[in-house]
């Protein structure tokens, strides 16, 4: 008798064993995988030229017409505050937008339009713009960066920045936006 009690206990103390083993797999597999937050990606979808006029002097304005993405990678939601998007041509900021605070969902894209408004006065500072205007593209590049934090099952909140850095080629005869290309 005093066998299988011992026995039953063994019994009982390796289940309990292979049940605490079971949850920690769990729970490290939960942490290694739902529980680490990345940055959202920021970038442009698309891009198109719209109320186009040359100017004097070779000097165009126009308004460029592109869709954001905010591509959220994360099991919570990622919380963005007011932030701004420029345009730069040289270096030299030739337009800004801002991005109005909101929210990407968890594992999901969301996307924006926004209307850059390039006008040909910020153009013409650039003392090389005739010569990258002559074979008729004009090579823009764009930075922003979108701050806020992401939130996990609405206890666990951190900081993150979603970064963006792109280039394109405004073709200007057709005027057409041209190799779009970001980071």
């Known amino acids: 008798m005093k066998e299988e009690g011992k026995r039953s206990r063994k019994k009982c103390l390796l289940?309990?064993?292979a049940f605490v083993v079971f949850?920690?797999?769990?729970?490290?597999?939960?942490?290694?995988?739902?529980?680490?937050v990345k940055s959202p990606k920021l970038r442009f979808g698309s891009a198109a030229v719209a109320?186009?006029?040359?100017g004097?002097?070779?000097?165009?304005?126009?308004?460029l017409v592109t869709q954001v993405t905010v591509k959220n990678t994360n099991f919570g939601h990622f919380k963005y505050e007011n932030n701004s998007l420029s345009i730069l041509?040289?270096?030299?900021?030739?337009?800004?937008?801002?991005?109005?605070?909101?929210?990407?969902?968890a594992r999901k894209t969301k996307k924006f339009d926004i209307v850059f408004s390039v006008s040909s006065s910020r153009l013409s500072t650039n003392p090389n713009f005739g010569n990258d205007v002559n074979p008729g593209?004009?090579?823009?590049?764009?930075?922003?960066?979108?701050?806020?934090?992401?939130e996990l099952m609405k206890v666990i909140k951190k900081k993150k920045s979603a970064e963006m850095s792109c280039t394109m080629a405004i073709n200007?005869?057709?005027?057409a936006v041209q190799d779009l290309k970001c980071k």
């Open 15 to 17: 289940y309990v064993a």
């Open 137 to 150: 593209v004009l090579i823009l590049s764009s930075q922003g960066k979108l701050s806020g934090k992401v």
């Open 56 to 63: 004097a002097n070779n000097l165009p304005s126009f308004d």
């Open 172 to 175: 200007l005869t057709t005027r």
């Open 23 to 36: 949850q920690t797999a769990i729970i490290l597999v939960f942490a290694l995988t739902v529980m680490r």
């Open 89 to 105: 041509y040289g270096g030299v900021p030739v337009g800004e937008a801002a991005i109005m605070k909101g929210r990407a969902r």
């Open 51 to 54: 109320n186009f006029s040359p």
